[in-house]
């Protein structure tokens, strides 16, 4: 995988970009440079648009892969998360209702204090001149 590049944003937003018509048309404009190299300048190099192609087709796959991967890893972060606080919360609920008595008020508070929400500050009146 030689050849990555980091793009900053400026860089990103400065590119002529390729979509789908412009891939064929890109796709089109090799094969026909291809067949014609006598009508391009001497320092136009058409085994550079080869080049790109070629690293471009060996590129897509690869990064389907890893978008399909990045997906899944989200996804499982996202169920094992879920699963996570589901758990962690019927057991908070049943350490509220068994946890009484047993010693266990001060963890029970601390866990608490992801409910509580903080009191939003009354708007101290504004004494205006008459």
């Known amino acids: 995988m030689k050849g990555l590049v980091a793009l900053t944003p400026d860089q990103r937003r400065q590119l002529t970009k390729m979509g789908d018509k412009s891939e064929a048309f890109c796709r089109q404009a090799v094969h ?12 136009f190099e058409v085994a550079n648009l080869h080049r790109d192609l070629t690293a ?4 897509r796959p690869r990064a389907q892969r890893l978008m399909r991967l990045s997906e899944r890893m989200q996804d499982s972060e996202m169920a094992l998360g879920s699963d996570l606080m589901t758990n962690a919360l019927e057991g908070y609920a049943f350490l509220k209702i068994a946890g009484k008595g ?28 008459l």
Do not use: C, H, T, Y
């Open 102 to 129: 047993e010693g266990l008020d001060g963890p029970r508070q601390m866990l608490s204090a992801r409910f509580n929400r903080s009191p939003s500050k009354a708007a101290s009146p504004v004494d205006i001149p």
């Open 32 to 43: 026909v440079l291809s067949e014609n190299p006598g009508i391009m300048p001497r320092n």
């Open 56 to 59: 471009l087709d060996a590129l």
